[in-house]
């Protein structure tokens, strides 16, 4: 089993920039696609970029040219650095992880087992 924790959320103006952490519990980190979705009030949980174990990266149309996905096993982390921020990019982010999730369905939420608790991210006009 795989326990997540993001952090890093907060406050940011339009055009600033957050980087947020998920840290993972376990040995087998590395074997995880690890995957960041995003849900604002009232609407459902929407992907935003993935990371394959083989550190093949995966971006929603909304997050490209601005988000960055990396990992490093040795600290059992995944980040999500998120540049340009924009108003309609506030939301809870929640960190996913699943040893067998395909390459196509990779942007499904359904598909991931674990999930943390989720780090708030409001960017204000």
């Known amino acids: 089993q795989v326990q997540l924790v993001e952090s890093g959320g907060g406050l940011v103006q339009a055009g600033g920039s957050l980087r947020l952490s998920c840290a993972a519990s376990?040995?087998?980190?590395?074997?995880?696609?690890m995957g960041w979705f995003r849900q604002a009030p009232g609407k459902e949980r929407n992907f935003v970029a993935a990371?394959?174990?083989?550190?093949?990266?995966y971006y929603a149309n909304s997050a490209k040219g601005r988000f960055t996905i990396s990992r490093d096993n040795a600290k059992n982390t995944v980040y999500l650095q998120m540049n340009s921020l924009k108003p309609e990019d506030t939301a809870v982010y929640y960190c996913?992880?699943?040893?067998?999730?395909?390459?196509?369905?990779?942007?499904?939420?359904?598909?991931?087992?674990?999930w943390g608790q989720g780090t708030q991210v409001t960017v204000s006009s």
């Open positions: 376990g040995r087998t980190f590395s074997r995880y696609h």
């Open positions: 990371i394959r174990s083989s550190d093949v990266t």
């Open positions: 996913a992880a699943d040893s067998g999730v395909g390459v196509s369905r990779i942007f499904m939420a359904n598909e991931y087992d674990y």
